[in-house]
């Protein structure tokens, strides 16, 4: 009996029941596929070859680099190279560069040229084949955007903090100027209340003057010859001279308190300046404070109001002895001078020995309400109103001061700002 051979094929379907007969034709499909996923992918994919140059690049790559398919296959890799010497490449970011396809890794913030000549900000993944010949695969991931998106994040970011920070300094500065005329206010109720007590004090003060000049009169003689007599006598005469001086102190700040006008007169600068040192002159002895006198011979009279002048004087003396007293040497020196100058004008300086003053302290010494004083010795207003005060008699004030060296303030004011039209 003859037995039918049957053809290779065959023998081959029956060893594998026909799965592998179209293994070209899988491998086709499969090969499609993934070109497709290559070609469809979101994020750009370029493969460069070891030498160095672009083997395949997908739409994605296509559209960020500006370049065609088949314009970029086959060039070097460095043509994505931007030139810092002709394109601005963002800080804290690096051109691409050949090495990096060499290297598997992430590198952030690698600058491109795109073909139009912009530079855009990538994030390049770069993944090796382990054979010798087989190109890398470089995955560009764009993050221009999201780079400018960060970067006005910290510009925002930057500008809020600044805002805040400036609204917390105003509103330091608010509650500051807030407590500052409260204390004002608390200083001009105190000043009214300071002259109507000087006015209830001066006459039981009167009262009192008045019974120890009796007493002179009628108990003094009584007890001539006796014991003790001369020590009575000069007791009765201590009492008198003191209310003498109480009362010269009251009638002063009767007449400092009240309002003041804009009365102007002919005004002995001298007479202003030993007005404003009997307020202070306790004060002084107190803390070992000398006052020395500089006077022009012969000192013109000018043309304003003494009540503002004194006050303009106090405030300088106030300040030299703030500032003698800060020094901690428990003594010092005020030196006052006077003099005639060129064109009608005088001058007038207050120089002390004290602390002195820094750059940031002196640029700010006429400003309102600026102090370096504790809470309670002090509102920033003295320096302040006697500028205004100058000013208005058209003068000028200037400080020179330097730190642990003293201070000086120079006053120049004409003999009449009439004539200054």
């Known amino acids: 009996m003859r037995i039918a051979r049957k053809s290779p ?22 090969e499609s596929k993934y070109r497709i996923i290559f070609e469809q992918a979101s994020d750009a994919i ?45 800080s804290r970011s690096r051109p691409l560069a050949r090495e990096m396809f060499k290297i598997p890794g992430t590198y952030e913030d690698v600058a491109i040229l795109r073909n139009d000549g912009y530079v855009r900000l990538v994030e390049l993944s770069v993944r090796l084949v382990q054979t010798a010949d087989a ?92 014991e003790g007599a001369s020590e009575s006598e000069a007791c009765l005469r201590e009492v008198i001279s003191s209310v003498d001086k109480m009362a010269s102190i009251i009638d002063y700040l009767r007449a400092f308190t009240r309002k003041s006008t804009e009365h102007h007169e002919e005004t002995d600068v001298h007479t202003a300046i030993e007005e404003a040192l009997k307020m202070l002159a306790r004060q002084f002895t107190a803390r070992g404070i000398r006052v020395e006198r500089g006077f022009a011979a012969a000192l013109p009279r000018i043309y304003a109001n003494p009540l503002q002048l004194e006050q303009v004087f106090i405030n300088l003396a106030t300040n030299a002895r703030d500032a003698i007293e800060a020094a901690g040497r428990g003594s ?12 009608r004008m005088i001058e007038i300086s207050f120089s002390d020995d004290g602390a002195g003053m820094s750059e940031r302290t002196r640029s700010k010494a006429f400003n309102p ?12 207003l003295g320096l302040s109103l006697s500028y205004g005060m100058v000013s208005k008699l058209h003068g000028s004030i200037v ?8 201070t000086t303030f120079v006053i120049r004011l004409p003999e009449d700002f009439r004539e200054l039209g």
């Open 9 to 30: 094929v065959e023998k081959h379907e029956c060893k594998c029941g026909g799965r592998c007969g179209g293994a070209g034709a899988a491998d086709a499909a499969l």
């Open 46 to 90: 370029v493969t460069v070859t070891p030498d160095g140059l672009v083997d395949a690049v997908n739409n994605a790559a296509e559209e960020m680099t500006g370049w065609l398919k088949n314009e970029l296959k086959g060039k070097p890799v460095t043509d994505l190279v931007p030139d810092p010497d002709r394109v601005h490449i963002p």
């Open 135 to 226: 190109p890398a695969l470089a995955v560009l991931r764009d993050m221009t955007e999201k780079k400018r998106m960060e970067r006005e994040l910290i510009t925002k970011h930057a500008e809020l903090r600044n805002a805040y920070v400036q609204l917390e300094k105003q509103n330091a500065e608010r509650e500051s100027m807030q407590q500052t005329l409260v204390q004002a206010g608390k200083m001009a109720a105190l000043g009214e209340l300071a002259a109507g007590i000087a006015h209830e004090l001066n006459q039981p003060l009167q009262g009192i003057r008045g019974y120890a000049q009796e007493l002179q009169a009628v108990a003094l003689p009584l007890l001539r010859g006796r």
């Open 332 to 343: 010092g020196v005020i030196r006052i001078a006077t003099r005639r100058l060129d064109g």
């Open 369 to 380: 309400f600026f102090t370096t004083k504790e809470v309670g010795k002090g509102m920033g």
């Open 399 to 406: 400080v020179e001061s330097e730190l642990g060296r003293g």
